[in-house]
């Protein structure tokens, strides 16, 4: 398995753009995952789905954020209009979850986002 | 406070030193998990663990539930040990990660 893959690597913008992520998780893991790493904050938690269903979007900043995963095996991450303070590190992760078990996660290598 | 906390911040190492990075939470957990970003940034999940011990290779990852409190020890370290250690506790009851700061270890030659 190639593991988890995003898409852009690198991505600068300028303020005022819309920006979309993109994540292609392991292929039968049934939980996603879209974390932002930031050198004031550390890794936090943006948004989980399971199923395809989004769980937990507490972390989700603002409404300028939202993110999608229309079947299994691809999810988007949009951020509209964009901010000079979104610029971070976009990390999504996979995992496979059958009832309360967890095996573990696999990150994805993220996306470095600079809106200028 | 922070629901993880990690110790030390930073930490430098001759190498074959024997390093120890610590971990406390404070809420109640299903599994913690120690990750390693290397400076390129990808992200590596090295242990999940919910009781007692595991190792892999150099690397040992032990918890103690009761105290609330997990350590990754590294023996023999190397230079290529250098990177950044983050601590991460999945809550009871949740599929998300908390994470700590993370330690950052450099071993130098």
């Known amino acids: 398995d ?14 005022g753009q819309e920006v979309t992520l993109r994540c292609k998780p392991i292929s039968g893991h049934n939980s996603l995952f879209w974390y932002r790493q930031t050198m004031m904050r550390g890794l936090e938690l943006l948004i989980y789905f399971n199923n395809n269903v989004p769980i937990d979007d507490s972390g989700m900043p603002e409404d300028r954020f939202s993110a999608k995963m229309p079947n299994a095996s ?9 901010e000079p303070r979104d610029s971070a590190v976009y990390f999504c992760a996979s995992s496979l979850n059958p009832g309360q078990l967890n095996y573990g996660y696999t990150f994805g290598s ?5 809106v200028v | 406070k922070n629901e993880v906390e ?26 913690l ?73 450099t071993v130098n030659p």
């Open chain 1, 110 to 114: 993220g996306t470095r986002l600079t």
């Open chain 2, 6 to 31: 990690q110790s030390p911040q930073n930490l430098t190492a001759q190498e074959g030193e024997f390093i120890t990075i610590n971990c406390s939470y404070s809420v109640g957990i299903s599994a």
């Open chain 2, 33 to 105: 998990h120690w990750l390693q970003q290397h400076p390129g940034g990808g992200i590596v999940s090295l242990f999940m663990l919910s009781s007692g011990k595991k190792k892999h290779g150099r690397l040992i990852a032990t918890i103690n539930i009761q105290e609330k409190h997990s350590s990754l020890h590294i023996t023999a370290s190397h230079p290529r040990d250098s990177a950044v250690y983050i601590c991460a506790v999945r809550a009871g009851g949740s599929e998300k990660l908390v994470f700590g700061k993370g330690t950052k270890l």
């Open chain 1, 2 to 15: 190639a593991g988890v893959i995003q898409s852009p690597r690198h991505e600068v913008t300028e303020m």
């Open chain 1, 74 to 82: 691809f999810s988007t991450l949009k951020i509209q209009p964009s």
